[in-house]
């Protein structure tokens, strides 16, 4: 499987301000997806992250406070945009197989003060 | 859109027993069921996945059973050892798309 890093491991930022989080793989891969992990929860699903297209957003995430960028096929971004305490929790990418399974980087830890 | 239900929440079990892991799933066109193993403070790592063309997939220890009439899938741990603690999420397909959706997940707890 390919191997995924996420920069960086854990920030901790201000009300209103925006952090952008990182995720590059080691070889190129056509799906790209970024996650939501609240403490305790599960994965919740932001958006589709296509290179050479438009991120594809779900339910509930907007592009405004979740821009997504895909220059190539190893390397996204993920921008959480006016931060607010709602928004602490855990960040993860994940890339697409060959066969429809999923790996996940090792994940963003962001807290709001 | 897909809708997965776990049960149970948590779920703690002798060393040596085993464990069962139940979901259903409502999107009658998914065809992809993995389980990830999300120990604490690691990201989650897919440990088995099963396809709609097979009933029944095993792996060492693990297995996955599906049916897809009823609509519903598990995971079988068996003779559990203390490093199978962790959380289990199950996940289906959004029928077509290479995107998942997740179960609520389980806390499993192996007491030596």
């Known amino acids: 499987s390919a191997v995924i890093s996420q920069k960086p491991s854990r920030d901790i930022c201000q009300r209103g301000t925006s952090l952008t989080i990182q995720c590059q793989v080691d070889s190129q891969v056509t799906m790209m997806f970024w996650y939501r992990q609240q403490p305790g929860q599960s994965l919740t699903l932001i958006a589709t992250?296509?290179?050479?297209?438009?991120?594809?957003?779900e339910s509930g995430f907007v592009i405004d406070k979740f821009p997504i960028s895909r220059p190539n096929l190893t390397f996204s971004t993920l921008t959480v945009s006016n931060l607010s305490p709602e928004d602490s929790s855990i960040y993860l990418c994940s890339v697409g197989g060959k066969s429809y399974e999923q790996y996940f980087g090792p994940g963003t830890r962001l807290t709001v003060t | 859109g897909e809708n997965v239900e776990q049960h149970p929440s948590t779920l703690s079990v002798q060393e040596g027993d085993s464990a069962v892991i139940k979901c259903t799933y409502s999107?009658?066109?998914?065809?992809?069921f993995p389980w990830y193993k999300q120990e604490l403070g690691k990201r989650p790592q897919l440990i088995i996945d099963?396809?709609?063309?097979?009933g029944e997939k095993k792996d060492q220890r693990i297995a996955v059973t599906l049916n897809k009439t009823a609509k519903h899938f598990s995971l079988h741990i068996t003779e559990t050892q203390p490093e199978d603690s962790a959380v289990y999420f199950c996940?289906?397909?959004?029928?077509?798309?290479?995107?998942?959706?997740f179960g609520t997940g389980t806390k499993l707890q192996v007491i030596p």
């Open positions: 099963i396809r709609s063309n097979v």
């Open positions: 999107d009658s066109a998914s065809n992809y």
């Open positions: 996940a289906a397909d959004s029928g077509g798309y290479q995107k998942v959706t």
């Open positions: 992250a296509n290179q050479g297209s438009e991120a594809t957003y």
